[in-house]
C-alpha cells in the first residue's frame, strides 16, 4: 500500500511508492517499454492498457483522447483511509489517483504536432476528470502535467501523453504560492498574477505572445532557461473552471509556444505543469478569499541545461540565459 | 554583471548568471572541458588555474588541499552593492563568491576514494573559508555542495572536488529549513534535529551508521532512494563552528557512507549539501534562538532514478524505495 510521508522540518510530503518499491540492483535498468511498433498508447491496441476511464470520440465513434488508470500507480483509491504519526512523523495512507491522458491515437510524440482540436481536448478533459475528483472527500489535488522526453521522465515510449495524479495532500509548492500571493493580497488587495500580467504587457521585454484572453511570458525570475509561463488574463484561481469557450484558444497558444520551442531549440526535452488551485480550503477563513487571491496558471520548462544537482537540495537556481533575451528569441514567428 | 532575483510569489531568489549567458544555440553544446590527460586540476598544472586562495599543505610544502576561484563564476565581489525594484520585481547585484575545492593532486574521481585525512582536510577547508567570509557584511551564506558524477551536474572532469557559493540572500530550503525548526521549537522547546536522532538510536531500522558522535540515517521522508543524512549528535547550529577534533570522525563517517554507496549501488552520481545557519540574522529577535533550534547537517543524495520533471514544478517526489530496507541495505559492510 503507497504512503505519504511528511518531512517533519519544512513540511514536504513524500510519495513513498511502495508498489513500485524497487531493490538495490533494480536502479539502472534498462527500460523495458515495449518496441515502439509495439506502442500500447496507439489505436488497435486499447486491448493491452486498462479499461478506460474517459474518452473524447469523434463523429465515427472513434476516441480522440483517452484517460487510463497507470499501470503503475504511485497512489491508489483501495483500502481506508488512515493517518498515524510515530514520534516526530507523520504518515498517511497514499490515497489517491494516478491516470495517463493519451492524447492521440496517432504516433505522434511531441504536444507540439498535435492539431490545436486535441490540445483543447486533452484541456478539456483535465478539466472533466478534475471535476470529477474533486467529489472525494479525502482528495485536495489534482496535479496535471506533462514529461516529454526522455530527460524530462517522459520514458522512451515516443506517444504524446500526459498525467494526473490526484492528492489527500496539497503540494509544497502550491502551498507556497498560495501563501504567497495571499500575503500580497492582504496587503494590496489585489491579485500578484493580475499585477505581474499587467506589469508584463506594459513592459513587454519579456512577453511572448499575448492572444485571445491569454499571455505567455517569461517569469522575471525564471529557473530555466526558456522557461515559459502562460496566464489567462482574467482572474480566475480554479483551472477546472474554464469556461468551454475559453479551452480552444488556450490551446492554440500552448500549441504556439510548443511549437516554437521544438523548432527554436532544437526539439528539447520539456514539462509542463497546471498550477491551480485546490479544491479543500483547511482553514476556511484562511483561504476564504482564494478566489480573489490565486491564479491559475501553466508553467512550461524546457531541459537545456545539464543537471545541477545541489538546485534540488537548496531551491537555489542557476539560470544560464537573460529571461529578456529568452522572452526576445521566443517572439520569433516559426 | 549577475544579477539576483527574486520570483515575487514565493519568493525564491535566482541567479541570472549573465557571465555564463547563452545564445540559444549554446545549449547542449558539447563539453569543452580538456582531455582527461591535461586535467587542470593535477599537481604540476596549476598553471592552467587561477591563483590559489587558499591551501594546506604536506611536510614538504606540497599542497593536498587548494581553494581556486571559479573560471566561470556565478557571483562576483567586483562592483558597488545594489538593489532595487521594478514594478512588482526586485532584483539586486550578484555579489558573492564562487569558489573551487580541489580535494586531492592526484587524479581521483570519487571522493569515497580519497583518504580519510584528505576528506579531513576538505572540510577543515571549508571552515576557513567560511569564517573568512562571513566577514564581509554583505554576504548572508556559505554554500559548500559536491556534484559528482554527469548525472549529478558533475561535468566530465573526474578529479574529486566541490564548491562554495556565498550568497548575499538565504536560500529558500535553508530559510524553510529554519522556519520548521524554529516553529517546533517554539511548541516543544527542542530541537527537532535532537529529537528526531534520538528517535533513530531507539527505533535503529533507518540508522545506518552511529560512531564517534557523528550518525547517518536514511530520512523518514526522503526525496531520493538510497538519501543519506549525516548528523552531529551533540547540538551545533554552525558548521563552521565545529571543533578541531570533530573533523576527522565526521570525515570518517562520510567516507564510510560515500565508499558504501559507490560499492553496493555501482558507483552512482551523486550530490551532497552542506546544510548550516546562515550568518546574518536578518531580524535578530526572530532568529535569537537560532544557535538552540538549528543543527547543522550534511545531505547525500545519490541520483539512482531518472529524473521526473514535474518534481522541480511542484516539490512534490515520489521515492520508489522504502527508506527502512534502504537504510539496512547501507548497513552492510564492504
Not at 499575448?210 to 509561463?229: H, L, S, Y
Request: charged share 30%; net charge positive.
Amino acid at each position: 500500500m503507497p504512503q505519504l510521508r511528511k518531512d517533519p522540518i519544512v513540511g514536504r510530503w513524500v510519495i513513498i511508492a511502495t508498489e513500485r518499491a524497487k531493490r538495490p540492483k533494480d536502479f539502472k535498468v534498462v527500460d523495458s517499454s515495449p518496441p515502439e511498433s509495439e506502442c500500447h498508447f496507439c489505436r488497435g491496441n486499447e486491448k493491452f492498457t486498462p479499461p478506460e476511464i474517459f474518452s473524447i470520440k469523434d463523429g465515427q465513434g472513434n476516441w480522440r483522447v483517452r484517460v487510463i488508470p497507470s499501470k503503475r500507480p504511485f497512489l491508489d483509491m483501495e483500502n481506508h483511509f488512515w493517518k498515524k504519526g510515530k514520534g516526530p512523523y507523520d504518515l498517511m495512507h497514499g490515497m489517491g489517483r494516478h491516470e495517463v491522458v493519451v492524447e492521440t491515437p496517432e504516433h505522434i510524440g511531441n504536444m507540439a504536432d498535435l492539431e490545436v482540436s486535441y490540445i483543447r481536448d486533452v484541456f478539456y478533459t483535465y478539466c472533466v476528470r478534475m471535476r470529477e475528483i474533486e467529489h472525494n472527500e479525502h482528495i485536495k489535488y489534482v496535479l496535471a502535467f506533462k514529461n516529454y522526453g526522455w530527460d524530462a521522465g517522459g520514458g522512451r515510449i515516443k506517444h504524446s501523453r500526459s498525467q494526473l495524479i490526484a492528492t489527500p495532500v496539497n503540494l509544497k509548492r502550491v502551498k507556497e504560492e498560495l501563501q504567497g500571493a495571499k500575503f500580497y493580497f492582504n496587503y494590496h488587495e489585489r491579485c500578484i498574477f493580475c499585477d505581474m500580467i499587467n506589469q508584463e504587457l506594459q513592459q513587454k521585454e519579456r512577453l511572448v505572445l499575448e492572444k485571445d484572453g491569454f499571455v505567455a511570458i517569461v517569469p522575471f525570475a525564471p529557473r530555466f532557461p526558456f522557461e515559459v509561463w502562460i496566464l489567462p488574463k482574467k482572474h480566475s484561481s480554479a483551472f477546472c473552471r474554464i469556461g468551454e469557450q475559453e479551452l480552444y484558444p488556450l490551446a492554440n497558444i500552448v500549441k504556439t509556444i510548443l511549437y516554437r520551442i521544438k523548432k527554436l531549440l532544437n526539439d528539447p526535452p520539456y514539462n509542463y505543469v497546471v498550477h491551480t488551485a485546490p479544491f479543500k480550503r483547511p482553514h476556511p477563513g484562511y483561504w476564504s478569499t482564494i478566489e480573489e487571491d490565486y491564479h491559475w496558471h501553466i508553467e512550461i520548462t524546457p531541459r537545456l541545461t545539464e543537471v545541477a544537482g545541489f538546485e534540488w537540495g537548496t531551491g537555489f537556481y542557476i539560470c544560464p540565459s537573460l529571461p529578456e533575451e529568452s522572452a526576445k528569441f521566443l517572439r520569433e514567428e516559426v
